[in-house]
């Protein structure tokens, strides 16, 4: 029986007042719906889709598959690895989302302060209404500061360096140097966002943003320790995540993959030697240690995190977050004026640094509660805290609306 179905089935007994549910789990991922992820991922490798794979699973704490499809370097045919090293982009959020917590948990910043009490370089910041003829801020007040559950939600006035966004904000953020990984450090350029206006009202909207970097940034501030310093002593090493950080080691140039973009005619192209971010290479450290989108990793480094954070907070003994703050991270954190976070991720909402399940069936059957969150070059994540699987995807696929079928090809094999 499939684990939606024995799932659906024990819940209409519970209602029914037949069964009590004390189970961790309901149900074990079947070999069948392992096979079902491994076949979909090949037979896209095989048309020339994606050039290879990483794919990890664990229930209840076991790993049921760690397995490596295809090509790491399509060129020169090295085969993929299950320690080949990923740039994991926006996966990288919930980690300094972590970090965070971690300052939270001792006391360092309530989640309702205003950014500015933390920032005060960020203070006063004004919201544009429109440009003029001649280029000019037209702006009005915020109605109030943002706070850091507003930054840790997407809801805080903030948008995106292009191409995630466009228009004269999102330009200005990049000419200000951030995410420009070898310009400027974060506490050279993010102080510049005190001078360009939030695009909408703080509360109003789920935007997402570069709202994670500036965590970063706070967890510098409260910290008194570069960012990367906080999350390699602090997180990486006690969660013995060795592979993962802003660059990769020399050691470990060979390991790590190339990026592609899917052709019409069923070939690759190179896509990590192009123009924008994708100039900076991760053999070496980056002035700007991006908290939204700065970190490489492997699927079996990034399973420690995964499970460090499906065991609410802690791993082989170790501790790096309260039960408490793992259930906000995991919790809805939208304002009432924000229903969800929109048609591009049906059933979900949003909280700190994770996107959650709010509606299974809109959502390939992902069991409600389930956060998660994905990079830009297509690597993935879940975790269900109901079947208690923890679920790793690497690729370095271009094609971003591509990337998404993938991940809900996956999460349909392993629910149906």
Known sequence: MSVRILRHSLKLLAAAGLFAISLTSYADIEQSNLD???????????????????????????????EALGYQNVEDQVAMNTDTIFRIFSMTKPVTGTALMMLWDEGRFQLDDPVEKHLPELAGMQVL????????????????????????????????????????????????GIMNLTGATMGESIPALQEIPLTYQPG????????????????????GMRFGEFL??????????????????????????????????????RTDDRGGIAAFDFKSAPQFESGGGGLTSTAADYMQFVQMHLNKG???????LSEEAIDLMR???????????????????????????????????????????????????????????????????????????????????IYK
Do not use: C
């Open 36 to 66: 079902a992820v491994t076949a979909d991922l090949q037979a896209r490798i095989d048309a020339g889709k994606l050039s290879g794979a990483v794919v990890m699973v664990a229930q209840d704490g076991e790993v049921l598959m760690n």
């Open 129 to 176: 209404v429109e440009q003029d003829k001649d280029g000019n801020w037209v702006t009005e007040p915020a109605d109030h500061p943002m706070t850091v559950r507003e930054l840790m939600s997407h809801t805080g006035g903030l948008t995106y360096t292009p191409p995630l966004s466009q228009g004269p904000v999102a330009m200005a953020y990049a000419e200000a």
């Open 232 to 269: 390699q002593t602090r997180l990486f090493e006690p969660l013995g995540m060795v592979d993962t950080g802003f660059y990769v080691q020399p050691e470990n140039h060979s390991r790590l993959s190339r990026q592609y973009a899917p052709n019409n005619d069923g070939t690759l192209r």
């Open 314 to 320: 802690e791993l082989d003994g170790v501790r790096i």
């Open 204 to 223: 109003t909207q789920w935007v997402y943003s570069i709202s994670v970097d500036v965590q970063g940034y706070m967890v510098e501030r409260l910290s």
């Open 331 to 413: 919790s809805n954190q939208l304002p009432d004026a924000v229903p969800n976070i929109g048609q591009l991720y049906p059933g979900n909402v949003f909280g700190l640094d994770f996107a959650i399940v709010e509606n299974s069936d809109a959502y390939q059957g992902a069991s409600e509660g389930t956060h998660w969150w994905w990079g830009i070059a297509g690597s993935w994540f879940w975790i269900d805290p109901v079947e208690n699987i923890a679920f790793i995807g690497m690729i370095q696929n271009d094609d971003i609306l591509y990337s998404l079928q993938v991940h809900a090809a996956a999460r349909a094999a």
